[in-house]
C-alpha cells in the first residue's frame, strides 16, 4: 500500500512540474493522433492500454490523477464514468467527445481535425504548428489510404466472402471485401450462434474469417476452423500487434495481414 501510494504521489509531482499542457486520451486511438498533433508542445497520457477492450478496463488510482490535472481530454463516449468524474474534480477541462468507428482512413482524419481544432482553439499559440502537423498527417494518410485501396483491387478482395467481428465491419467495408455476416463480441455469443454462423458461412463459401483482438478471438477461431477458411486477428488500437505504434501503421498492418491471408488463399486454389 505505501509503494502504491508513492508511486501515485511521484506520478502527481511529475505532472505539477511539467512544462506542456496535461492531454488525456482514454485509448491510444486518441493518444496517437494527439502526439502526432501536438507533438512536443503538449504532454499527452494515454489512462487504457492498447490491448484492453475499453468496456473491460478498471481505472487505477494514477488514471484518476492524471484526469484531474488535465487540460484537455478527448474520449470515445462509452467511458460512461468520465463525464460525472470531470465534472466534481476538473470541470476546467476541455472535454471532447469523438464518436463512432476510426479504424479506416475517412474516419481517422476526422478525428485527427477533431483533436486539432480542439488543441488550437485551447491552446491559441501553437495554432499553426498544430494546423501544419495535421496536414502531414492527412498528406500521409491519403499517400497510405491509395497505396492499400490498389492493393485490394489487384487482389478482387471483393471476391473474397468473409465473416467479419462487428468491430472490424468498417475497416472491412473500406477494403472492399465481400461481408457475408458481423458478428458480436464473444461474451455475448453461444454455441448456437457459431453453429448459426457456420450454416450461414457454408452457404456463402466464406474463405475469411476477420477478428477483432480487443473483442476476444477464440470464436472467430472456432468459427474459422468449422469452416476450413483463414483466420486473421486485426487490431482496433495502436500498439499491441507488432509495427502498430501509430494509427497510420495499424492501417497499414491490418491491411498486410488481410492481404497476406487472400494471397495464401489464392495459391491453395492454384492448381
Known sequence: ?????????????????????????????????????????????????????????????????????????????????????????????????????WNYPEAMAEKAKA???????????????????????????????????????????????????LHQEPFAQWLGLNIVATYPPEERLSLKDLVEYAEKGRAAGVRLVVDNLQSGVSFGGRLAQSLGATHVVLTNFPGPLPGTGDMLSMLRVNAEIVFAAVESLAKVSTP
Open 115 to 165: 483533436i486539432a481544432q480542439t488543441l488550437s482553439q485551447r491552446f491559441p499559440e501553437k495554432s499553426e504548428i498544430f494546423e501544419a502537423r495535421l496536414e502531414e498527417f492527412l498528406s500521409a494518410l491519403e499517400a497510405l489510404a491509395g497505396e492499400i485501396i490498389a492493393k485490394a483491387q489487384e487482389l478482387r478482395l471483393g471476391e473474397i466472402p468473409a465473416l467479419v467481428m
Open 1 to 101: 500500500m505505501r509503494v502504491k501510494l508513492a508511486l501515485i504521489l511521484m506520478a502527481w509531482l511529475a505532472l505539477t512540474s511539467v512544462a506542456q499542457p496535461v492531454v488525456i486520451a482514454t485509448s491510444e486511438v486518441f493518444g496517437s493522433l494527439a502526439r502526432t498533433v501536438g507533438g512536443e508542445d503538449v504532454l499527452v497520457i494515454t489512462i487504457i492500454p492498447a490491448g484492453f477492450c475499453p468496456a473491460h478496463y478498471d481505472l487505477r488510482p494514477s488514471d484518476f490523477l492524471h484526469l484531474a490535472h488535465a487540460e484537455v481530454v478527448f474520449y470515445h463516449g462509452f467511458e460512461t464514468w468520465l463525464d460525472r468524474f470531470l465534472a466534481n474534480v476538473n470541470p476546467a477541462a476541455t472535454v471532447v467527445k469523438l464518436t463512432g468507428p
